[in-house]
């Protein structure tokens, strides 16, 4: 495995590969990132990794100085898990000048849940991910992989509708979330929690697959539309505060259609998702139901 941190070197690993299969991650790896990179080995002819904490997808308030950095660590894992390049950008080797070129997903999806609550988050993902992909894969001649995580749900759909409207030659692969033996969906952020607070963080997906049980017969049912969206509402109120009463600050906790996630109807295909601050530690996940 090399270790490049340019572009230019970047090039220069990759010229020999046609088929390079690519997951981007910022670092700080966990069990969750190794599925990626080893089901990334299973599809191109080179596997790339990158690490790069973007400062674009952080609003001033949130954790992007305090992120760990842990390059040596995750390389030691990324070489063990089979990956052959990894690309470990500075900030100036990525963004040699300001990044004023941006690329802006729609509000309809990009404005919503993640995107409410973090403002210019998806601008900012979406934007290092195109830059990303350039790196990566200008050169190649055969297919193109990119991999990405199913828990952060609508960051994999806001790429997937990226890709596809831009007409990327790169295909989108989603693997599902790594939990721990409780049922915490794994996260570089997981790090932050205290013993205690580790304990208690099995309550998020608690609460996702237990408002996933109350919805399911409210969508089953021959319900008009309204009196859906009010039972849903409901439900969803009741979840957020049962989780709010054992300490959570929950941001959202909603059942949408997993086509655009906006509000579902009777016969929709489901997902839960949620955001959740259990002290100064903002968790979310998902289920789809
Ligand atoms: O999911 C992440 O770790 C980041 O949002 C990504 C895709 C690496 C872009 O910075």
Known sequence: MIVVHTIDALREALTPHASPAFVP????????????VRHATTLGDVTVASIFVNRLQF??????????????ADCERLAAAGCNVVFAPSETDLYPVPQTFKVQPPTALADILEGHFRP??????CTVVMKLFQCVFAQAKGPRYAVFGQKDYQQLMVIRNMVKQFALPVSVVGCPTHR????????????YL???????????????????DAARPV???????????????????AACQALDARGWQTDYLTVRRRADLQTPQVGDELVVL???RLGNTR????MEC
């Open 25 to 36: 991650t910022m670092g700080n790896l966990h069990n969750g990132h190794i599925d990626l």
């Open 59 to 72: 609003a001033p308030h949130e954790d992007f100085d305090t992120y760990p950095r842990t390059l040596a």
């Open 120 to 125: 210019g988050f998806f601008t900012g993902v």
């Open 180 to 191: 721990a033996e409780d049922g915490l969906a794994l996260s570089s952020r997981n790090g």
């Open 194 to 212: 205290s013993a205690e607070q580790r304990q208690e963080a099995v309550a998020l997906s608690r609460a996702l697959r237990a408002l996933a």
């Open 219 to 237: 969508l089953a049912s021959s319900a008009a539309p309204a009196d859906v969206a009010r039972a849903l509402a409901a439900l969803e109120l």
């Open 274 to 276: 949620a955001a959740s």
């Open 283 to 286: 968790l979310i996940d998902n």
